[in-house]
């Protein structure tokens, strides 16, 4: 056992980061729901991967009371509910722990950083996916690579460690300099496609078919990309445009997670994608009108659900 690592959250990416991790490490996995945790304790987690189904055994626990300082703390949970997770959670993180998140969206540091000094805190995307098919069942999609950084250099030259203990379970980590570069990469995508598909409730070969969505989700990546710009990133529009119609394109029948969430009655993570954006242009001073209609929009309908 090399380190010791909390995963808090127990859906689709935490299972699937909390499972592969406890093939080497001791792993936490800490879920509110009494369901899922009993599940796991007495089943593990069943993976669906590779065309094969695989069973982990990390211990699964309902809250952190209790449990030892941790190596690392990986943040799993819907981004609206990092900060009480993280304050349930506060025993976990001593003076040399370092805490992830990994999360959709941006500018998740600004709620990391109220339970972890700066130098502590890794940042970063993933390119795997997963769904949850049942209590403790996973499906296990797309896999790619774990982009992650720091806000700060690494003084204690733990990103390499990162690497090492995560690619020796099976995942392929990539450290960047500039991962503000790489989430706002990402971010884009999140805050046009799934924003629009979310509103209209809708596939995502939608997007690129329809000329009203079509125009809708142009005019979120320009003012995303002027932000970006006012952020010292690089953006080009043009480029960013043609990927997001590929990807509307090369999935048809793609759901976009704010589409799944309004879908299924649960609040979605608007306000660390569309609202990210909103907060950082205030930052810099550019006017993102339709963002902030996405916001209110998007909250509107979550209202609706209830
Ligand atoms: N799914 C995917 O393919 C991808 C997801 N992500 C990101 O990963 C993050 C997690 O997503 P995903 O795994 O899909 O989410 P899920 O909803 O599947 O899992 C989150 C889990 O956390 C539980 N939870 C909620 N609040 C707490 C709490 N305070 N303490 C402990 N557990 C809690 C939830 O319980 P309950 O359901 O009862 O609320 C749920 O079981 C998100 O930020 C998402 O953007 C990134 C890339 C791909
Ligand atoms: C756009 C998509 C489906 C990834 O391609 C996504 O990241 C999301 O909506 O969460």
């Known amino acids: 056992m090399d380190m010791k690592i909390a995963v808090i ?5 935490g299972s699937i980061y909390g499972g592969h991790l406890s093939q080497k490490h001791e792993v936490y996995l800490i879920d ?14 069943r993976l669906q991967e590779n065309g094969e189904e695989n069973v982990y055994q990390p211990n699964a626990v309902t809250s952190a009371e209790g449990l030892p300082v941790m190596d690392l703390v990986l943040l ?3 981004s609206l509910y990092s900060r009480d997770a993280l304050v349930s959670g506060k025993n976990l993180i001593g003076k040399d722990t370092y805490l992830m998140t990994l999360q959709n ?9 109220e339970f972890a000094p700066t130098d502590h805190i890794i940042i970063g995307t993933t390119e795997d996916n997963g769904a949850v098919l049942g209590p403790g069942l996973i499906r296990r999609g797309g896999t790619g ?4 950084g720091m806000l700060t250099e690494d003084s204690h030259g733990f990103l390499p460690r ?11 980590v990539k450290i960047h300099s500039n991962i503000q570069q790489l989430i706002w990469n990402k971010l884009f995508t999140n805050v046009s496609l799934s924003a629009v598909t979310g509103i209209l409730q809708v596939d995502m070969g939608y997007i690129a078919a329809n000329d009203h969505a079509w125009n809708m989700t142009v005019r979120l990546i320009r003012e995303a990309v002027a932000v970006a710009h006012g952020l ?5 529009a043009e480029e960013i445009i043609e990927k997001v119609k590929k990807t509307s394109e090369m999935s048809p029948n793609g759901c976009t997670s704010i589409r799944a969430d309004i879908q299924n009655g649960r609040k979605t993570e608007v306000d660390m994608i569309s609202g990210s954006v909103v907060r950082a242009a205030g930052k810099c001073g550019i006017p993102v ?7 209110e929009m998007v909250h509107a309908l979550e209202g609706k659900q209830r």
């Not at 509110?32 to 089943?43: G, L, M, R, W």
């Not at 969206?105 to 950083?113: K, M």
């Not at 690579?145 to 992650?148: D, S």
């Open 105 to 113: 969206g941006s500018g998740h540091e600004d709620i990391l950083e």
């Open 162 to 172: 990162l690497k090492e203990e995560f690619e020796c379970c099976g995942f392929s």
């Open 145 to 148: 690579n774990t982009n992650v």
């Open 76 to 78: 799993f949970v819907k």
């Open 289 to 295: 009108p339709t963002h902030e209609f996405v916001v």
């Open 9 to 13: 959250g127990a859906g689709a990416m």
């Open 32 to 45: 509110t729901s009494p369901a899922i945790v009993e599940h796991i304790q007495k089943e593990g987690i």
């Open 232 to 236: 010292g990133l690089e953006a080009d």
